[in-house]
């Protein structure tokens, strides 16, 4: 309900010669024809003061970014800028009142609408205060989210790295604070504007008329279709797929069959944009299904496949080994593998093979392994530690644009474990093969292998340590072992790990980063989570969660600081919803 607070503005005459004042509660009011008309002074684009504008032909604008409004409503003639607030106004024996209250306000459907026409029209300080406005209302995470993958996947380049940033930092959420939860939401969403500025909306093609097909001959199907790159037959088995009712896990089982028919598929990309839209329909429900599932169908049109590389032949041949392997794990029987049977299996030697420079003997170990009852998710958790130790043991000396190279194959471990937790499905146990031979190929990354983080350097002291001593380190370029060290010593004091979780969050989310600083961060918190599960009851649990943590701090380190424009632009959304004042001039 509106208060009937009135505040007086001076007389009407007076404000006729003035053309405008500031009153009480930050209110601009400003003389318009005959009588007066009041908004609020902060402009809502990024709240310079309205009052130092202009008014002209009922039309007022800011100076600053030349924001247009309706002196009367408020509205926006430009849609970057949201509406202002306005005011009702009263003349009473030549006295202007103004109602201190404001005449609209923001319902949740508004600010759901504004975020949406914020992705449509790639604005990043409308998506910001979307945001801002839904999370104070308390709208669940969730439902943002959902917005923000139902717009993604409209979009005729499919899935990609804008719903995979989104995707991932709506798994960490629950790692973070308010104020990162809010950057976060805020960092994926516009990246997925970005990512469809400029696109034609994706029309789905539809199912087959028919849904009878059984869900085997479907899967044939759709690997056929992925085989000859055909991605438009692919989408119209897929939806078939769909409309036939088929589990998700199934259908999850259908795709990654046809994305490990080929090896390492664009440089482990496809595999991870795969389970990152899995995990988006697991989060949003089935009704999203067809969005999200037919988006991935682009990714089929023209992937590089490994097996047709010279360093995947040469100068050892891997491709002949691994068929092999293949077709003699096809025909054993690996159906009950997921209840891992090798209580003797040495994970410490296993880790170590991986990352040697025998690649011939790891296709032969991972085998034998599998063949011997080891589940393949623990093969998989295993590989992405083995992963994760490359990022660890990455030495600056390296050219630095190699950090991807080590940072794609960790983010590909990570989403096979992913989801050989989910699924038993033999066929998938060929990309714990392709995850090994990554691993193998990134060996020169550490040689020299980078040193042990230097904790003694910052253990005296950590264990009333600020996290705020971390995120100052990484104001300066380059604090690679720096950032470790500190890390490692925070880890060895006892402390509880939440504060550094997220302090590590906030490390990437008041940066401009890039879409591989995002994998980076949630891929290293979801090992992190796995490890800590089996604290007690894996010799190696505590030490490959540190190493999680210290190889996500080496990478985030490595990549800031940068300019930092997009938090900032949150920052002032922020203040904005909260009323504060941005500019002392007023």
């Known amino acids: 309900m509106r208060t009937e607070e009135w505040i007086s503005a001076g007389t009407l005459d007076q404000l006729k010669s003035d053309g405008a004042k500031v009153i009480k509660g930050g209110i601009a009011v400003f ?3 005959d009588g007066a008309a009041a908004v609020d002074n902060r402009c809502p684009h990024l709240g310079f003061p309205l009052h130092l504008g202009s008014l002209c032909d009922g039309i007022l604008t800011c100076h600053w970014h030349h924001a247009r409004f309706d002196i009367c409503s408020g ?7 949201d509406d202002a607030l306005a005011h009702d106004v009263k003349i009473v024996n030549g006295e202007v009142w103004v109602n201190a209250a404001s005449r609209q306000s923001m319902s949740v459907e508004r600010l759901k609408q504004r975020l949406r026409e914020g992705l449509e029209q790639n604005i990043g300080i409308v998506i910001a205060k979307a945001v801002v406005g839904l999370i104070e209302v308390g709208v669940s995470e969730d439902e943002i989210v959902r917005i923000g993958i139902l717009f993604g996947t409209s979009q005729s380049s499919g899935w990609g790295s804008g719903l995979t940033i989104l995707t991932a930092m709506r798994n960490v959420l629950p790692k973070l604070d308010k104020q990162g939860r809010i950057l976060a939401l805020y960092h994926g969403l516009v990246h997925v504007a970005r990512a469809g500025a400029g696109r034609s909306p994706r029309w789905l093609l539809g199912p087959l008329p028919s849904a009878d097909a059984s869900p085997k001959r479907l899967a044939d199907w759709y690997r056929s279709c992925v085989e000859v790159r055909d991605s438009q037959g692919a989408e ?7 409309a036939a009712g088929m589990s998700p896990v199934d259908i999850a089982d259908m795709l990654l069959i046809a994305v490990t028919d080929h090896f390492y598929l664009d440089g482990g990309h496809t595999f991870d944009f795969h389970n990152k839209a899995f995990e988006a329909l697991d989060a949003l429900g089935p009704d999203a299904a067809e969005a999200i599932l037919a988006s991935l169908t682009p990714l089929m049109r023209n992937p590089s496949r490994s097996e047709e590389q010279h360093h995947w032949q040469s100068p050892v041949d891997l491709v002949a080994p691994l068929k092999q392997a293949f077709e003699r794990l096809r025909h054993g029987d690996l159906s009950d593998l997921a209840a891992d049977s090798g209580a003797s299996f040495d994970e410490g030697a296993f880790v170590e093979k991986l990352l040697g420079d025998q690649p011939l003997a790891t296709i032969q170990h991972i085998s034998e392994a599998l063949q011997g009852g080891v589940a393949p998710a623990r093969l998989a958790r295993l590989i992405a530690l083995a992963a994760a130790e490359r990022i660890a043991r990455f030495h600056t000396q390296n050219d630095f644009g190699d950090w991807l190279a080590v940072l794609h194959t960790f983010t590909y471990a990570h989403a096979v474990h992913e ?3 989910r699924s038993k499905e033999p066929l998938l146990y060929r990309a714990l093969f ?4 990554a691993i193998y190929h990134d060996r020169f990354l550490n040689v020299p292998r980078a040193p042990k983080p230097r904790k003694d350097e910052y253990r005296e002291g950590m264990a009333e340590a600020s996290t705020d001593d971390f995120l100052s380190l990484l104001d300066r370029r380059q604090q690679v072992e720096e950032a470790a060290g500190w890390v490692a010593a925070y ?3 006892g402390r509880d790990h939440g504060p550094l979780l997220n302090a590590l969050g906030h490390s990437l989310l008041r940066e ?3 879409f591989h600083s995002f994998q980076m961060y949630e891929a290293a918190v979801a090992e992190y989570d796995h490890w800590r599960s089996l604290k007690g009851t894996e010799a190696l649990a505590d030490q490959a969660a540190d190493t999680m943590l210290i190889a996500c701090a080496r990478y985030l380190a490595a990549h800031a600081p940068t300019a930092r424009e997009l938090p900032h632009t949150a920052r002032i959304a922020w203040r904005l919803h909260r009323g504060e004042r941005l500019f002392e001039s007023e």
């Open 31 to 33: 003389a318009h024809e």
């Open 75 to 81: 509205g926006t003639l430009d849609p970057w800028a």
């Open 236 to 242: 119209k088995v897929l939806l078939t797929a769909v």
């Open 419 to 421: 989801r050989l937790l």
């Open 434 to 437: 392709y995850g090994a031979i």
């Open 491 to 493: 880890l060895d004091s």
């Open 512 to 514: 401009d980063a890039e």
